[in-house]
């Protein structure tokens, strides 16, 4: 299969995805919640770091639909390659950046684009815990606030070396539901210079399907994709009956945005639901009554589309992005420190699935804390994310599980990089001797 590598050689499934048009702020939500999140070109100013990547993620053979008001332009096909120039020009190309902050993570992602999709260059993850205590007081902590400025004053940081003039910058669930989300988000942007937009609901949802699009199984008539987050999980509903089977991977695209039958956004998750029922200290009980309210909610949207009843004996797969799938991942595999060569792209039967999540119930806490996948950031959460891709399994039965070590931000950057055109053959590409002079 063709991929990336990374800088320890690993190799990785390609990213060809398509990310569907207007998937920024297209939901019907008004008001903070449902403002859009526009992409910020122009300087940005300006622990512990993951440090610098060097991954390439491939995205040849995705057809990209036209991004409001900008101009439709097609990714290379599989049998073509673009002139010598312009893989020349993406050497020194323009750095894109994409940011997400969560309501348990800030996470950033710099590339420079390549001749068949991008270069990671430096990449950054901290869990800042931001939604700590919202879903009940409606109102972000001075102390999450605290954590998360610092975090974010780091990517600036990085924003700022590498010279970018290309980026998205997005919030989700907590500072959708804060009463003081875009205050927080002001602040921010006094301190660190970062502009970050709220992302509506089916923003997020569409991105994340985007950013992990190169593994669907376009052979399965029905796939799940789901991105379990810490105050909120996307929900995508893939018909892959609706692809033109003629042309498959052979052809010059996979066409994403067509195949989407349905999607929900659920208000619950890992963080919300450890804080409503309990993360260090889980019983058996206790996550039963975790999947229980899981499944709850999960109800009218099944009530609505009974996709129970069509996935009935037809091919059928759930695509997970989110740390709870990779863990859970990491875990089966018996990772001694986790790895994303190994976990990105990798199949677990859901039975696996489910025994890791039995196997971590009778743990401890502390015995959690040694799991070299989970560590005591993840401890008291991993419970929470696990009963909700329970109550996934059992409301829709499915054989295979894949998992994906990436998402919101490749959505992010791909969208980016699709709207610049940076693919189309005679583009010349902006050097750094062609940037504008900073103020």
């Keep these: 299969m063709e991929g990336f590598e990374d800088d320890e050689g690993g190799q990785h499934a390609p990213a060809s995805l398509r990310p569907p048009g207007n998937f920024v702020g297209s939901g019907s939500n008004s008001g903070p919640a449902g403002a859009d999140a526009v992409p910020h070109r122009g300087p940005v100013i300006g622990a512990r770091s993951n440090g610098s990547a060097t991954s390439t993620v491939v995205a040849e053979g995705a ?7 900008s101009t439709h332009h097609n990714l290379p096909r599989h049998d073509s390659r673009p002139p010598r120039h312009l893989h020349d020009a993406f050497a020194d190309g323009e750095v894109y950046g994409a940011l997400d902050l969560g309501t348990n993570n800030c996470r950033l992602l710099l ?5 068949r999709g991008f270069r990671v260059i430096d990449a950054f993850s901290r869990i800042i815990r931001l939604g700590e205590g919202v879903t009940q007081s409606r109102t972000l902590s001075e102390a999450a606030m605290q954590r998360t400025l610092e975090a974010l004053k780091v990517c600036a940081g990085k924003m700022d070396r590498h010279r970018v003039e290309r980026a998205m910058l997005v919030a989700t669930e907590a500072c959708r539901i804060a009463d003081n989300g875009a205050e927080f988000l002001a602040r921010a942007r006094e301190a660190t210079g970062l502009d970050i937009q709220i992302l509506s609901r089916e923003g997020e949802a569409r991105l994340a399907v985007s950013g992990c699009a190169s593994l669907v199984d376009t052979s399965c008539d029905y796939v799940l994709v789901f991105d379990i987050g810490g105050g909120s999980s ?6 892959m009956q609706r692809l033109d089977r003629n042309a498959g991977r052979s052809g010059d695209r996979l066409d994403v945005p067509a ?5 929900t956004s659920l208000s619950v998750g890992v963080v919300t639901l450890a804080e409503r029922f ?10 039963e009554a975790m999947v229980d309210h899981v499944q709850d909610m999960l109800a009218p949207f099944e009530g609505e589309h009974r996709f129970a009843e069509r996935i009935a004996n037809r091919r059928v797969h759930m695509l997970g992005t989110s740390g709870t799938v990779t863990t859970v991942a990491g875990v089966h595999l018996g990772l001694e420190r986790y790895d994303r060569n190994r976990v990105d792209g990798c199949w677990l039967g859901s039975q696996s699935a489910r025994d890791v999540t039995y196997r971590l119930l009778d743990r401890s806490y502390a015995e959690r804390i040694a799991e070299p996948c989970i560590g005591r950031d993840r401890a008291d959460l991993v419970l929470a994310g696990c009963a909700i891709l329970e109550a996934l399994m059992r409301m829709w039965p499915t054989p295979r599980l894949r998992v994906a070590d990436r998402g919101l931000r490749e959505g992010i950057l791909m969208q980016l990089m699709v709207e610049d055109g940076v693919w189309r053959a005679g583009r010349r590409r902006r050097g750094r001797n062609d940037r504008p002079e900073r103020a």
């Excluded at 996307?234 to 018909?239: G, N, P, Q, V, Y």
């Design 259 to 263: 195949t989407i039958a349905a999607w």
């Design 278 to 287: 309990g993360g260090r200290h889980v019983t058996r009980d206790m996550f």
């Design 63 to 69: 057809a990209q639909p036209a991004p409001p008001h």
């Design 234 to 239: 996307e929900l995508i509903w893939l018909d």
């Design 111 to 115: 590339a420079r684009p390549s001749r």
